[in-house]
Every structure is written in C-alpha cells, then in structure tokens.
C-alpha cells in the first residue's frame, strides 16, 4: 500500500523508486486492556512476501527477521510526542475522557543506514513508563 506521507520520506521511498510498502498493524493488550496501537512499515523491496508482515512474526519478532533479510537494524531513532488522544485513538484504546497519550515514531536503520522500519506507537499514557539510560 502506499506509504502515509510522513513516512515514505524515512523509508526513502524516492531512493526505492516506489512508495509502496508492507503495512503490520497491531493492538497490544495486557491483562484484558488494551494499551497501546501500533503500525510498521517496511520498504516493499525488504519484506514483500515474508514473515515480517505476519501477525506473529516469530521469535525474535520484526528485528530477528529484518536480520534474517539481511537488514538488521544497527541504529533506531525515536521521537515522543505526548498529546491528548484523536476520537479513534480513544475509542480503541478504551479510554475516558480526558486522558492522554504517548506517541512515538521510531525509524530503524541498517549499518548502510537506510531506513528498514518505521513504527508509530501510540500509548495509553498512564501504561508505560519511559526510561532511558544514557552514558554520559
């Protein structure tokens, strides 16, 4: 399918020559609540026709096959976005009114550093805690 235009320039979809990719969309729940949705994208020419686009991947999940591919991920960017919920969002992730979430978009690239996924999350946000450990 052809790519949200926010994201077709970080899977370099003009240096594809296409703008097509293989879409993976999820709805994570734990304990019976749902708490988070999600959405990958990968460059048709990497995962067209393999298991990456399954609704389970395997072990390993979409890194493991993005290896097995020949496009491990060497480095990943993300970006987090705090931000009251659209009326989907809410709708899907069961919340009340009020409440907000936690965006994140995170680009994966291979050691050549082309983008190999891109993933937007959106969370519940009072489900996750986000911590980082950073050497100084």
Do not use: C, N, W
């Not at 077709?8 to 990719?21: F, I, R």
């Not at 988070?36 to 990497?46: H, K, N, V």
Request: charged share 30%.
């Amino acid at each position: 399918e052809p790519a949200q235009s926010e994201v077709a320039p970080s899977l370099g979809a003009d240096e594809l020559g296409t703008s097509d990719v293989q879409v993976r969309r999820r709805r994570h729940i734990v304990d019976g609540r749902p708490v988070m949705l999600s959405i990958s994208y990968y460059p048709d020419s990497i995962a067209a026709g393999s298991q990456i686009v399954e609704a389970f991947t395997g072990p390993g999940g979409s890194p493991a096959r993005l290896d097995e591919l020949g496009y491990g991920p060497a480095r990943h960017r993300v970006r987090f976005q705090s931000r009251l919920p659209s009326e989907d969002e809410r709708e899907k992730l069961e919340l009340p009114p009020g409440s907000t979430v936690s965006r994140s978009v995170r680009v994966s690239r291979d050691r050549e550093g082309r983008a190999v996924e891109v993933t937007e999350m959106i969370a519940a946000g009072d489900a996750f805690i986000h911590e980082f450990d950073i050497p100084s």
